[in-house]
């Protein structure tokens, strides 16, 4: 297929991008986004021209690393995938495609398509962890049986890949999605309970000071998620902000 | 050069013991004032940098990715084994060490996979107190499962995620000391070279991908926890980031690089479908507990299916070739990777396989669906339930198992698996060579460790499914921490040490040069160009059979290509800022190199062992032949300058615990 794509291409940081016109051309409906995004790339790099900066590396929807924004959408058209999953066959012959970055202040463009996420690493380190040395001398693993479905649903909240999705659809550019699936993921479990409170304290001044705006209930961030973290992670993060916040001495 | 492995005496289940009883400790004060860099940050390097910052060692971390829960560790899927024998199914750590040494063909050194045997149980331990979530059964307690080699269930999961909820358990530990200053984290940092003083590694030159700048880094020890160089292939289940330039530098700066040859092809992934193909899937090897194995027994019904005027579901029973559970009885469908993986080649070669470019075999659940459909109606107490209630139950339990594999293939193929056999065929996953270490993982330079898949060390020529989570973090949690403190004991006067010395200046100019030559030699050819040319030859030449004839024309080609890479390679933009085709170009410039290291040790070795076979020697029903009275060594090879000329080394390979006997899963 032939497809006309509107790609924002921005040198740096700090310079002003805008969206330019590329054709591509013989797009086999069995490629990737992103392999497609390689025909483009490869073209432009024959002809002279700077190829488009891009983040990507697992290329199998698990890394997190890859965030397109297609059409107006976080990672594209499809549900429940990234962008690297996303194939041509979504699209059809002549379409034209809009791809931009991330955009989210606290997101700041690199290059091109490619943002900076280190505000994610900044609220783990806040408090996304269980204070345990590696010595290897800890509980049998079976010392302390956790209810399966405990165990499943806080699972399901650590398969968030931290791709940044969430942010980038919220029109206030929250992070309330990704921070409350690590918030529950240990509030689940019973070896999570001894930093509960300060946890969930830590790593939303985090997220607050990082830029990242408020929750207003619009569910956009689940909508696009590609890995379908549920909205009931940030009721439930609400809820541990709640508590912790009215009797922070227990 | 003769290469000395530092093996503790005493007997194999002491002799681990007994180092951490007598290694010389750094005291907590002098830990403060010494530096280490920990390179890569998947699950060996995101461990260690956070055990080295709990110890109180101060660590610079780097990763090439945006983040350090990036790193490729993440895509793992199946599980990590343990010796906990949770499943009282007769497992013990001789176990795990025996089978270990079995499935790598006797190629791998005793000492080091028994004591891999010995922390396993460990690691399981401490990343459920991590919060790992690992999966569970009714009773709230660890469930296991099978992987192949094994016959018994040794393997801990969490769904087809297991690598990603370890590689965040361990990404969690480190933040947690990038939270206390313990550990200052450099994202989107690539290490170019390693700079040696006195003898010794003293610090890395690295570029900063943002601003492009080259950066000086020191520190008393340096670990590269950098990973496998599958990506030689071009095509593999790897990332496209993953790459081998921090060994490959080390490498040309005297690290020994061993067994290079030994690379495994993984039996099941989703096979190629065209030109355009920049990266292969997995599906992991779990998903051979449930699934069979098949292909046509009749060449035209093979052709029928190639041709889609058969359905695979409407070829009955007795026309399907199950070739694993038919030449394997013993292990079927489990049989270790090496094997699974060289007979499906082997059907297909005869002309059995069933996609439109003849090579991929089937990968069946329907079976297993019916299994447990039924098994779950018995469970519920349903009687009298129709044929389609017992598929749809046990769909439903076959989803939770494997659910997001099956999602991914689907979007890849465009296929429903729960509906038709998945379709799969051999791909490039794993690397057992690597950089030569000792007991103690250091390198042939003193000072410089490899951890994980960028070490040599555990896998021999093939490596068990499952075992390569458990080797990063053993090496990361639980070894490194310990056999570091023996060379940093002599550290502990050393001070900081400067980076604008000679050593720093020659090795930030080498790396100048390179990057500044790919600028100025008015090349006009992509690096994917030069990269695909070379993963193709390799992939022929050297990849699930190689033979003398093959090896040695690949040789030829690929110092053509390193030849015309240089002259005609394109790189657009400059030094400044972000660049990721640069990037690319340093990496591929390594690659080419190795890649001839690789065919030229596949030569040398005149055996066929584990993932490295070659097609001169094989018994009469095609299964690889060793030849232990020669080639029981580990091949080391020395950077001479040439890359085409290296020395070789050997450490000879010593059994005293484990009869070495042909190995054989029938």
């Known amino acids: ?250 | 050069m003769t290469l000395d492995a530092k093996i503790p005496s005493g007997s194999i289940d002491q002799k681990w013991t007994k180092y951490k009883n007598s290694v010389r400790l750094v005291n907590p004060a002098n830990k403060r004032n010494i530096d280490v860099i920990v390179v890569g940050t998947g699950l060996a390097g995101a461990s260690a940098a956070a055990s080295l910052a709990e110890m109180g060692y101060k660590v610079k971390a780097l990763c090439f990715q945006d983040s350090p829960r990036r790193a490729h560790s993440i895509a793992a899927q199946g599980g990590i084994n343990a010796a906990k024998n949770y499943m009282n199914d007769g497992d013990s750590t001789y176990r795990l060490f025996y089978d270990t040494i079995k499935g790598g063909d006797y190629r791998s050194r005793e000492a080091n996979v028994h004591r891999l045997a010995e922390v396993s149980a460990n690691i399981i331990d401490q990343c459920v107190a991590q919060g790992v979530p690992f999966a569970r059964d009714y009773g709230g307690l660890l469930d296991n499962r099978s992987f192949g080699g094994t016959q018994v269930s040794r393997t801990f999961y969490a769904k087809g995620q297991t690598g990603q909820q370890l590689l965040l358990g361990a990404y969690s530990a480190m933040s947690r000391q990038v939270g206390k200053g313990n550990i200052q984290l450099l994202n989107r940092h690539e290490m170019l070279d390693l700079v040696i003083v006195d003898g010794k590694a003293r610090g890395i030159i690295a570029r900063n991908m943002v601003t492009g700048e080259l950066e000086r880094h020191s520190a008393h020890a340096v670990a590269l926890c950098t990973g496998g160089y599958g990506n030689v292939f071009f095509l593999s289940t790897n990332a496209m980031g993953s790459n081998v330039t921090a060994g490959w530098r080390a490498h040309r700066r005297g690290a020994l690089f061993a067994n290079p040859c030994f690379t495994q092809i993984h039996p099941t992934c989703i096979p190629v479908s065209g030109d355009h193909q920049s990266k292969l899937t997995l599906m992991s090897e779990s998903l051979r507990n449930d699934g069979r194995i098949w292909v046509p027994k009749f060449k035209e019904d093979a052709e029928a299916i190639r041709a889609k005027k058969l359905r695979p579901n409407d070829l009955p029973e007795e026309r399907r070739d199950y070739y694993l559970e038919r030449r394997y009885p013993a292990f079927g469908n489990l049989v270790p990777r090496d094997i699974a993986s060289r007979a499906a080649k082997e059907r297909c070669d005869e002309g059995f396989g069933v996609n439109s470019t003849g090579e991929a075999v089937y990968l069946d659940f329907s079976a297993a669906i019916v299994r447990y459909g039924k098994a779950e109606a018995n469970v519920k107490g349903l009687h009298n339930v129709t044929d389609a209630e017992i598929l749809k139950l046990g769909k439903k339990v076959v989803e939770a198992k494997y659910g997001n594999l099956f999602q991914m293939y689907e979007q890849i193929v465009d296929e429903n698996p729960y509906e038709t056999p998945m379709m799969i065929y051999p791909a490039v996953h794993y690397t057992m060579g690597g950089l030569w270490v000792d007991y103690e993982l250091m390198t042939t330079i003193p000072g410089c460790y490899a951890c994980g898949e960028a070490n040599f060390s555990d896998h021999g020529a093939n490596r068990l499914g499952a075992s390569a989570l458990m080797q990063g973090l053993a090496d990361g949690y639980f070894v490194l921490p310990y056999t570091i403190g023996n060379y940093l004991a002599d550290e502990i006067k050393t001070g900081s040490i400067p980076t604008n010395t000679p050593e720093f200046d020659e090795a930030e100019n080498n790396v100048r040069k390179q990057l500044e030559g790919f600028f100025t030699n008015g090349g006009t050819k992509p690096v994917d160009y030069y990269h695909k040319k070379l993963g193709k030859i390799i992939w022929d030449k050297c990849g699930m059979a190689r033979n003398e004839e093959g090896l040695k024309w690949a040789i030829t080609e690929i110092k053509k290509i390193r030849e015309d890479f240089y002259k005609n390679v394109r790189v657009p933009g400059s030094m400044k800022g972000m660049n990721p085709e640069l990037e690319k170009a340093a990496r591929v410039a390594d690659f080419i190199e190795l890649g001839e290291l690789m065919c030229l040790d596949a030569l040398n070795r005149n055996e066929s062992c584990g993932g490295h076979f070659r097609e001169e020697y094989q018994t009469p029903d095609g299964e690889a032949l060793r030849d232990d009275e020669n080639y029981m060594y580990v091949a080391a090879w020395q950077f001479t300058g040439n890359p085409s000329e290296p020395n070789l080394i050997k450490e000879d390979l010593i059994y005293e615990n484990i009869k070495v006997s042909a190995r054989s899963y029938k």
């Not at chain 1, 940081?13 to 490869?42: A, C, H, P, R």
């Not at chain 1, 059809?92 to 997101?107: C, H, M, V």
Request: one cysteine or more.
């Open chain 1, 1 to 250: 297929m032939n497809l006309t794509l509107k790609v924002w291409r921005q040198k740096s940081t700090s310079e002003q991008g805008k969206l330019v016109e590329y054709k591509v051309s013989e797009i086999s409906e069995d490629m990737s986004f992103l392999e497609m995004m390689d025909v483009l790339n490869y073209k432009l790099i024959e002809s002279g021209d700077d190829p488009v900066a891009f983040d990507h590396d697992c290329r199998e929807g698990i890394c997190g690393m890859c965030s397109m924004f297609i059409n107006g959408e976080a990672h594209g058209p499809n549900r429940g995938v990234t962008t690297c999953q996303l194939h041509m066959r979504s699209f059809k012959d002549g379409d034209t495609i809009y791809i931009e970055p991330w955009r989210s202040a606290a997101f700041p463009v690199i290059k091109d398509l490619m943002v900076d996420r280190s505000a994610f690493d900044r609220v783990q380190q806040a408090g996304g962890f269980i204070s345990v040395n590696t010595s290897g001398r800890t509980l049998d693993a079976n010392a302390i049986p956790v209810p399966k479905e405990d165990a499943d649903k806080s699972f399901d909240a650590a398969t968030c890949i931290g791709c940044g999705a969430c942010v980038a659809t919220c029109p206030n550019g929250s992070a309330m999605l990704f921070v409350s699936a690590k918030v529950s993921q240990y509030a689940l479990l019973p070896q999570g309970q001894v930093e509960r409170k300060e946890r969930v304290l830590n790593m939303v001044k985090k997220m607050d000071e990082e830029g990242f705006g408020n929750c207003s209930n619009i569910g956009a961030c689940e909508v696009q998620c590609p890995k379908n973290i549920s909205l009931d992670n940030i009721a439930r993060m609400n809820r541990e902000y709640l508590m912790a916040s009215i009797k922070p001495e227990n």
